[in-house]
């Protein structure tokens, strides 16, 4: 079964607060990635490889909310917060109503872009990298 998009959730808790839903979510994406590296013995006649460390970033995409609630507020804020107080929990839902199926992990916020577009919605664009382990029950 196909799960529709707008369906997707994104939990948020930065260092000094609780896990919150955050909401005027339009989008969220986390993009993956592995290192490899190469094992290849003297006198193979083909490359060998291991998987080796894991990374990943992302961003969401929220509707622009000027009485946005303090957990909104406390996601967009997160880029303006540094040192070990900068890090994050973040959880990423495909279906919000299955609260088994998701990824988890920790993360730093580093990037916001606002700005206003004459006759559209205005939008704050979130990016964030991974911090450590990511766990997956996709």
Not at 14 to 29: P, Q, V, Y
Not at 78 to 104: H, N, R
């Amino acid at each position: 079964m196909a799960v529709k998009g707008d369906v997707g959730k994104l939990m948020f808790e930065n260092a000094g607060g609780t896990e919150a839903n955050i909401g005027e979510l339009r989008s969220w994406s986390l993009s993956v990635s592995k290192d490899s590296m190469e094992t290849t013995a003297m006198g193979a006649t083909s490359k060998t490889f291991i998987g080796g460390l894991i990374s990943g970033e992302g961003s969401a995409e929220l509707l622009y909310d000027a009485s946005g609630n303090s957990d909104y507020q406390a996601f967009i804020d997160d880029v303006f917060t540094t040192g070990d107080a900068g890090d994050a929990l973040f959880e990423l839902f495909p279906d919000s109503a299955t609260a088994s199926k998701k990824i988890g992990f920790a993360g730093i916020i580093t990037g916001a872009e606002f700005g206003a577009t004459l006759g559209e919605i205005q939008v704050v664009n979130i990016s964030f990298i991974t911090n450590g382990a990511i766990t997956s029950a996709i």
